[in-house]
């Protein structure tokens, strides 16, 4: 397993029903860019980001949660006192924000317009004006972090700064299906895994790759149709996002960008949160069918869960045959690991509704029925 996988794997292993949310952040490092995380308080947002700068040997995180109060010292340091006597304003960013390898701005959509103007430049260029002084920093990430994205008021002293964030997901909180798990499983907390090198080595890999023909043919697909659906993300975020293309097909060691591999751009190729859903529509139905259609198939056994719950008998042993067709369909199609990971779903979910029938235990279900295999 490359460094890169192993943070994957040990960010995923420390969180419950984060997968998504641990792929955008290992995705937007290896690109060279950062994600943005919207969604409830208390839905591991802030662990995440820390969680990463752990699994890195080295890294230096920095967290600040700004409210509208925040001044530019609590997020790039204080005045240097013995700066001043010498007739300069510098500040001291040891410790601050233009140190960090790993930054993490909470209620990002709160700061103040000076605070939000120096970080523009931090997240682009890599750099800290202090004083007379250009600084370059060592960030290789910033997770932004917010309940909600900007009203279409605020979207207009906004727009610039929340397009610096290329990815951008949705967080939601845990599923009733892995509240178990959250409650009482011993997660394991992240340790270096990775060192700076190495991930500096992974994105590099990864600006090399080359993308196929097959992967230009349904990018300039997807583009066409995000615009006829009035979807029409700007220049630099197209340009960029082949960038995200290549760090997902890094991460699953591939010799070059494919068009499943596309699919990760359901988080980058939109503008208007509005446009998330339909966006998502059209990249997965183009670059990954199967993808598609699996999301379908993990729509109607939800429905099918929610309908039986409470039910009579009859109607609980349709929901099985139900389960049963879906987890053979499952079973036919190909996929990167999505195909397995929704198999293991639907037979989990046909296997709760097997134990209520009977009675008795899932885990002693899914032995006598072979669920569990």
């Known amino acids: 397993m490359s460094p890169i996988a192993s943070l994957y794997a040990a960010l995923d292993a420390s969180l419950v029903e984060r997968s998504g949310e641990v792929r955008a952040l290992v995705l937007a490092a290896v690109a060279g860019e950062h994600a943005l995380l919207v969604g409830p308080p208390g839905t591991a947002k802030s662990l995440l980001a820390t969680s990463f700068a752990g699994g890195i040997s080295g890294g230096r995180a920095f967290s600040i949660l700004l409210t509208k109060f925040s001044t530019p010292e609590e997020v790039f340091g204080p005045v240097s006192i013995s700066a001043l006597k010498a007739d300069r304003y510098e500040r001291r960013v040891e410790g601050y924000a233009p140190s960090a390898h790993v930054l993490f701005v909470d209620e990002v959509f709160k700061a103040s317009s000076a605070i939000r103007n120096s970080l523009l430049t931090l997240l682009q260029e890599r750099v800290f004006d202090n004083g007379g002084a250009r600084l370059p920093c060592p960030l290789r990430l910033a997770v932004a972090a917010s309940n909600e994205y900007p009203t279409s008021e605020e979207a207009q002293e906004t727009g610039a700064?929340?397009?610096?964030?290329?990815?951008?997901?949705?967080?939601?909180?845990?599923?009733?299906?892995?509240?178990?798990?959250?409650?009482?499983?011993?997660?394991p907390a992240v340790v270096p895994c990775i060192t700076l090198a190495e991930l500096d080595a992974a994105a590099a890999a990864a600006r090399g790759l080359p993308v196929s023909d097959a992967a230009r043919a349904a990018l300039a697909q997807i583009l066409d149709e995000l615009s006829g659906a009035g979807i029409r993300p700007g220049d630099r975020r197209c340009r960029k996002a082949v960038g995200v293309a290549r760090a997902a097909a890094l991460l699953e060691c591939a010799a070059a960008v494919e068009p499943h591999h596309l699919e990760d751009l359901c988080s980058v190729l939109w503008s208007d949160p509005e446009q998330a859903d339909k966006a998502a529509e059209i990249i997965v139905r183009v670059a990954n069918p199967a993808g598609a259609r699996i999301n379908e198939?993990?729509?109607?056994?939800?429905?099918?869960?929610?309908?039986a719950a409470g039910a009579g008998a009859d109607r609980r042993m349709s929901a099985i045959r139900q389960l049963e067709e879906s987890e053979r369909e499952v079973a036919k199609l190909p996929g990167n690991g999505r195909a397995s990971a929704a198999l293991v779903y639907v037979r989990g979910e046909r296997v709760k509704l097997q134990a209520a029938m009977l009675g008795i235990d899932p885990a002693r279900v899914a032995a006598l029925v072979g669920g569990g295999s």
């Open 297 to 307: 198939i993990l729509r109607a056994v939800d429905e099918v869960v929610r309908g």
């Open 161 to 187: 700064f929340l397009d610096r964030f290329l990815i951008r997901v949705q967080v939601r909180p845990v599923s009733p299906a892995g509240r178990e798990r959250l409650l009482h499983a011993d997660l």
